[in-house]
């Protein structure tokens, strides 16, 4: 016979110690929705009393999205509020863009008034104008061209855009969900503001008002996939802020957000859904569209019809011949080569423009004999380790786990890295440079505990690098490390010419740089090429890239 919690020893401080641990854990969602609840309260209340809400955000539709979860468990007031924020503003005009898809609301008059210059002298302000033609192009591009859904149950053949005074609330612009109480037939409209004028926006002016309806037209058609509420909600945050800079790329608001995101990077989890995590994390999906192209971010939406975000973006990788622990401990190393560390035409397009990962005091360690450390990977976590004191020698590293799914792989800032390694295999460290280099992990798992270690490398084989070599500079070599006594080096193209063949003359285990030019001493062209290792007792083959600048 089960035992009721009565019936349980009352004096067993052990007994007594779970019971309070299950208490706990029965009240936590107790706990977690009543911040949610404030929130939504804070939320509604700011639209009533037209006040700003203190937030680096500024987008409102995270809240919309709060309002749609949580609902059916708020209080009869709170219902009531919600309902009534939910209805459209009366505006005193209203203008059809010339592709017909959008009504453009706005007022002349009063604290909502646009500035009602008319150059083109077409009885409608130049401002309304450029709003109208701004949402037709984002029609034309993200439904027409990319392909995603047209918005849900638009009731109407065109959607319908407020333009009223958003900077009270301190939003460039929020997508509305009218229907907040039936999820089964998400209709919405969207507000932005009336100038984009104020000291509170990054970006101002039409440039503001280009990134806003890019983003917040992509949340309205978001609303037509099947999306889990709390889990794909990272996913739809960095979807619209990638499209901001898809289609006006010299904008750049996205940037406002990069400084706490690289400030953090060590903290957070791939699929945060917090503060401002999910707009700078947009630029994984810019890497994405250049490896692939922009319509692989159409595509992970497609599967979000019958997965959640995270399956759906494996999935999708997984289809274009790589998968998310992949495209993660990449993505890592995009994110390391910033600032003064990117390298031109390698990596972000603007990698020069965006802050650098720096590494505190617990993020900097020091090489000692059987070198090892211990730590723990958040769920989708990174891990950047800057590792100093080391000579210009090989090493080999190692990262023991319970998983085999992680990756980790080596950075400096002059060379480009080696291919990742999978957790409990090792990796051979070998930068022509000294002092430092950086690990970087990243778990695209469950939260795990691992164990890093490194150790100079006595044995010593042959490798060649860095590889790829770019040759953006005449004085740039290719490095042949522990090349055998006597050993000689034959390099063919791929047609099998013979290039140039190098001899060393030392007695022993050496490396030898070589400048990239034939026996004619012209420069070899970006490409693939071929070469043999040979002496005595020893020959391997293999292959290096040349990307020349």
Known sequence: ?????????????????????????????????????????????????????????????????????????????LKIMAINSRLMPLMQANYISAEGHFKIYYDTTGNAAVDTEDISGNGIPDYVDSAAAIFDHVWQVEIEEMGFQSPPNMGSDYYEVFINNQAIYGYYGQTVILNINDPSTIKSYIEIDKSFTSSAFYTQGLDALRVTAAHEFNHALQLGYQFHLSRDRFFMEMTSTWLEDLLYPAVNDFYAYLPRFFNNINYISFNSP?????????????????????????????????????????????????????????????????????????????????????????????YHENFNFETKMSDLGYKFYQVKGLQNIRYMANISS????????????????????????????????????????????????????????????????????????????????????????????????????????????????????????????????????????????????????
Request: glycine share 4%.
């Open 1 to 77: 016979m089960a035992l009721s919690v009565s019936q349980y020893p009352c004096h067993s401080g052990k007994n007594s110690n779970m019971r309070k641990i299950v208490f706990l854990l029965l009240l936590l969602p107790t706990f977690i929705f009543a911040g949610v609840k404030e929130r939504i309260k804070a939320y509604l209340q700011s639209r009533v009393d037209h006040s700003m809400i203190t937030s680096e955000i500024h987008c409102g539709f995270h809240y919309e999205l709060d309002l749609l979860e949580h609902y059916h468990e708020l209080s009869p007031e």
């Open 274 to 366: 917090s503060s401002v995590y999910p707009y700078a994390n947009s630029i994984y999906l810019h890497m994405l569209a250049d490896k692939f192209s922009p319509n692989i971010v159409v595509d992970v939406w497609d599967k979000i019809n019958q997965l959640d975000a995270m399956p759906a973006i494996d999935a999708v990788l997984k289809e274009n011949g790589s998968g998310f622990n992949v495209s993660q401990n990449e993505y890592a190393t995009w994110l390391y080569y910033t600032g003064e560390r990117a390298i031109p035409n390698i990596f972000f397009s603007d990698a020069s423009e965006f802050p650098m990962l720096t590494f505190t005091a617990d993020r900097n360690l020091f």
């Open 402 to 549: 319970v998983i085999q799914s992680g990756l980790y792989t080596h950075l400096n800032a002059q060379e480009l890295p080696e291919l990742a390694k999978s957790f409990n295999h090792s990796q051979a460290v070998k930068f022509d440079i000294q002092d430092s280099i950086v690990v970087v992990i990243t778990n695209p798992d469950t939260s795990v505990n691992v164990t890093y270690t490194l150790r100079s490398d006595t044995t010593q084989p042959f490798l060649v690098g860095p590889n790829p070599v770019i040759l953006d500079s005449d004085d740039k070599k290719i490095n042949f490390y522990n090349v055998p006594p006597q050993g000689e080096i034959y390099v063919f193209s791929l047609n099998g010419k013979s290039l140039m063949k190098i001899v060393s003359e030392f007695p022993g285990k050496s490396d030898i740089s070589w400048n990239v030019r034939d026996y004619n001493n012209v420069p070899l062209s970006s490409g693939i090429y071929f070469y043999i290792v040979k002496s005595e007792q020893f020959e391997k083959r293999g292959k290096f890239a040349v990307i020349r600048k």
